[in-house]
């Protein structure tokens, strides 16, 4: 497993803006939400594992590390900066989000599974993409409690 990928200061980037993002997001919700540092609603370390590891980590090996390669096979398009092989992958990425967070949250994760999708092209490996994904679902985590879905309480 090659680690070159750290030393792509486009993935720190990348990093930084995703964590960047999750929590201009998660200020801008406090008046539905709540106060943003409330460890009263921080999810507990099984929750915690579950959606910042373990989820992260078999999403990526199914999309990136199986189906965006076998795309990527069979067509060599591009749309813009991406391979179609990425721009299809996160369809069904988000596509396979619908039945258990709802059409929102699968909206919410397309832009995400297109960045997960580029560093995945762009170092032929699955390894930085489960690691950016890592790192942005335990910003969601710590900062939301659990994924948001929606309004509070919808």
Not at 6 to 11: E, K
Not at 67 to 89: D, F, I
Not at 92 to 117: K, N, Y
């Given at each position: 497993?090659?680690?070159?990928?750290?030393?792509?200061?486009?993935?720190?980037?990348?990093?930084?803006?995703?964590?960047?993002?999750?929590?201009?997001?998660?200020?801008?919700?406090?008046?539905?939400?709540?106060?943003?540092?409330?460890?009263?609603?921080?999810?507990?370390?099984?929750?915690?594992?579950?959606?910042?590891?373990?989820?992260?980590v078999?999403?990526?090996?199914?999309f990136?590390?199986?189906?965006?390669?076998w795309?990527?096979?069979r067509?060599?398009?591009r749309?813009?900066?991406?391979?179609?092989?990425?721009?299809?992958?996160?369809?069904?990425?988000?596509?396979?989000?619908?039945?258990?967070?709802?059409?929102?949250?699968?909206?919410?994760?397309?832009?995400?599974?297109?960045?997960?999708?580029?560093?995945?092209?762009?170092?032929?490996?699955?390894?930085?993409?489960?690691?950016?994904?890592?790192?942005?679902?335990?910003?969601?985590?710590?900062?939301?409690?659990?994924?948001?879905?929606?309004?509070?309480?919808?």
């Amino acid at each position: 497993m090659t680690t070159a990928w750290l030393r792509d200061p486009w993935w720190w980037t990348a990093c930084g803006l995703g964590v960047v993002a999750v929590c201009a997001a998660r200020v801008l919700a406090e008046p539905a939400y709540g106060p943003v540092f409330d460890p009263g609603t921080w999810p507990a370390w099984p929750v915690l594992l579950l959606f910042a590891l373990v989820y992260p980590v078999l999403e990526e090996l199914v999309f990136r590390g199986v189906l965006q390669p076998w795309l990527l096979r069979r067509t060599a398009a591009r749309v813009g900066p991406m391979t179609l092989a990425n721009l299809l992958t996160s369809v069904v990425f988000s596509l396979a989000h619908v039945p258990l967070r709802g059409a929102v949250h699968a909206t919410l994760v397309f832009g995400p599974s297109l960045v997960f999708g580029l560093f995945r092209d762009r170092h032929d490996s699955v390894s930085p993409a489960i690691a950016l994904h890592v790192v942005w679902n335990a910003t969601v985590l710590v900062l939301w409690g659990e994924p948001p879905m929606g309004p509070p309480g919808g």
